[in-house]
């Protein structure tokens, strides 16, 4: 038995030693009837990703460096077979893993951390790690997406979501990206010809805090020409990619995209990517843009044969298919919103959905049995809302923080797994429920939904904490 | 639930390192750096009030009083932060803060004496790098807690950390504003 990790009664997960999370409660959770609610395991330090083996093995991954960046625990990653404990499997570097998947017997892991997201592959039978995907790039502001595979065609599929904030880097989250990785910028999936607008900003890394120019596809504090060409590469971020299981044969089949954190195949085939909305703050602020599920549909397209990748928008054009300097999109607070693209290339629009700004969604899966019910219907996890941080809004303060169902050919969505009350469990006094889902995945036999919180992750005006130990690993299932 | 025959459950929630055992484990080493946050504090307190008599420039005298009066305000906050994991102030912290102060000061002079300023801006200059001290062990108590959902101990020390820095661009600007008075001219503050 992993050292700390011990089994214990349901009464002892509502008296936790941990005071900003000192109650778990299932019967603080609500689900339709006919559901029932578990807590499996409680006290994970940001918990950020799950998934199976075919025999039914559970492996979750702790996110080590995560929103915000510090403290740093453990990268760990963890395997709990059916009715036993959970048991170490590798501990990662550099940050974090993001995203686990299985496949022909190996576990694949998306990790974030340094200037580049990589894919590692781990034998588990004997130990070996190799990284199968290296030199997406990555270092700021968002996630890399997947891995997962192809039901149609093998392939492993994944992404990574943009560096920069609203469009460039920016200083609003420094410590995220420019106190580590000072030259960091986005890359783009295509030949970009930029507009020579330019995003004006404090350098918090110098000794006077000097105003600075930071274009697009650039390193803070480097402007951009009007007229200046940015060669696309395969390898760019704001991406949706594929390549072999062993990393040969690189393909981008799309860009573009803010943050691809979740990945998802429907029954039938077809990829999805969740996406997060941009923030109403800072040095180019942009309201009321949706949160939104893409339809990755190159995907389709046979292996090697995608030229020239979808665009979904980032950095100019909000989900609802407008600019960002749309009448509509106008900031209540920060500096609006210039056209950062000379020239846009073809919206890959409209999203397959949308939902209200801010919920904050994280990944999602497809429920492919009638024993769960909901057959076809695509959960979501609505992290939840980051707002007064990223919205001045008060509607906005208590968005998200929910599972929920959605039936896309319908466009149409409902909660399925929320608390009492609107908001994470931290939000009304004493609540044991939930705080924020951040990734769900269905039990091989169809039966159970697992759903990961990642813990007490609180947003201020000015700055986010998050909590430690105060992750839980719950299970839903028909009764 | 059931159990096995030594008592330990056999269903039902799994806690990952929250039980007793582990987390009294995990209090000692917070509460061995507390103390360390004691030391730090106590020492930049002490340097400052050592200072402060053999300043004799009046905007310079009330810059430091007020970064003084602040500063035993957080050597007491510092004391406090034992509270929010249930334990004590250790003894005896406080008088090793006060000796590493005056191992500071020597320092201080051995490096002012090399670079051949005058009077209390060798000590003004250990300041910053005192205070810088303290402040990094107050952010490292406020990243203790939140490793350990100890929302209290973060929520004590974040504080804190946002007076020390401010009052850290103070100490800079007068060390640096002063440098050249000090090193060129050889003048007292």
Redesign the interface.
């Known amino acids: 038995m992993q050292n700390g990790v011990v089994r214990v009664s349901q009464s002892a997960i509502r008296n936790l030693p941990t005071p900003v999370r000192s109650r778990v409660d299932p019967a603080d959770v609500v689900v339709p009837d006919g559901y029932t609610v578990e807590a499996l395991v409680v006290g994970l330090s940001f918990p950020t990703a799950l998934c199976f083996s075919d025999d039914g093995t559970l492996f979750f991954a702790e996110g080590g460096s995560t929103w915000p960046t510090r403290p740093y625990m453990p990268p760990r990653i963890w395997k709990m077979a059916p009715g036993g404990l959970p048991e170490l499997v590798a501990v990662e570097q550099l940050g974090g893993p993001r995203g686990l998947a299985w496949r022909d017997g190996k576990l694949y892991v998306s990790i974030k951390g340094g200037y580049y997201m990589r894919v590692a592959r781990h034998d588990l039978k004997t130990g070996d790690r190799e990284v199968v995907i290296d030199k997406v790039p990555s270092g700021g502001w968002h996630e890399p997406g997947g891995p997962l595979f192809g039901p149609h065609d093998g392939l492993m599929y994944f992404g990574q979501g943009s560096v920069g904030l609203n469009g460039t880097v920016m200083p609003a989250g420094y410590t995220v990206d420019l106190a580590k990785h000072p030259h960091v910028h986005d890359v783009p999936g295509q030949d970009v010809k930029l507009s020579g607008n330019n995003v004006w900003g404090r350098d918090p890394r110098t000794p006077y805090p000097y105003y600075v120019q930071t274009g697009p596809f650039r390193p803070f504090g480097t402007p951009a020409r009007k007229g200046e060409v940015v060669k696309g590469q395969t390898f760019c971020n704001t991406c949706v990619m594929r390549a072999r299981p062993d990393g040969r044969d690189p393909e981008l089949l799309a860009w573009g995209i803010r943050n691809p954190f979740g990945l998802a195949f429907s029954p039938e085939g077809e990829l999805y990517a969740s996406d997060n909305d941009f923030e109403e703050k800072g040095d180019r602020a942009i309201a009321e843009d949706p949160d939104r599920i893409w339809h990755i549909r190159n995907a389709r397209q046979p292996h090697g044969s995608v030229g020239t990748p979808d665009w979904y928008g980032y950095p100019d054009l909000c989900a609802d298919g407008l600019p960002v300097w749309d009448d509509s999109h106008v900031p209540q607070r920060g500096a609006p919103p210039t056209p950062l693209l000379e020239e846009h290339p073809p919206w890959a629009g409209p999203a397959a959905y949308l939902f209200e700004p801010h919920t904050g969604l994280g990944k999602l899966d497809f429920c492919a049995s009638d024993a769960f019910g909901h057959k076809g219907e695509l959960f979501v996890c609505q992290f939840g809302t980051y707002a007064p941080l990223n919205s001045p809004r008060p509607e906005h303060l208590r968005r998200g923080f929910q599972v929920v169902r959605v039936d896309l050919k319908a466009k149409r969505h409902v909660p399925f797994m929320h608390n009492r009350h609107q908001g994470p469990a931290s939000a009304a006094a004493g609540n044991g429920g939930l705080e924020r889902p951040v990734d769900c995945r269905f039990s091989p036999d169809g039966k159970s939904l697992y759903v990961l919180d990642f813990g007490n992750n609180t947003a201020s005006d000015s700055y986010v904490v998050a909590y430690a130990h105060t992750g839980v690993l719950w299970r839903i299932t028909k009764q | ?1 059931s159990a096995t025959d030594t008592g ?13 055992k ?2 009294e484990t995990q209090l000692d080493r917070v509460e061995a750096w507390l103390n360390a946050v004691v030391t730090t504090q106590t020492a930049f307190r002490k340097l400052v009030e050592d200072t402060l008599p053999g300043v004799e420039k009046p905007n310079l005298h009330l810059y430091l009083s007020e970064i003084l009066d602040t500063a035993r305000r957080h050597e007491q906050a510092a004391g406090d932060l034992f509270r929010h994991i249930g334990r004590q102030p250790g003894t005896g912290r406080q008088a090793m803060g006060v000796l590493m102060g005056k191992a500071h000061e020597v320092v201080a002079d051995l490096e002012g004496l090399a670079g051949g300023a005058a009077g209390p801006w060798r000590d003004l200059r250990q300041m910053v790098i005192a205070n810088m001290d303290a402040m990094g062990a107050f952010a490292v108590a406020e ?2 807690g ?7 101990l ?1 929520d004590a020390a974040f504080p804190v950390v946002m007076e020390k820095s401010t009052q850290h661009l103070v100490l800079q600007e007068l060390m640096l504003e002063m440098a050249s008075m000090a090193i060129l001219y050889r003048e007292k503050l």
């Open positions: 639930m330990a459950p056999t269903t039902g929630p799994i806690l990952m390192e929250l039980d007793p582990a987390w990243q203790l939140l490793a350990l959902g100890i929302h209290g973060r």
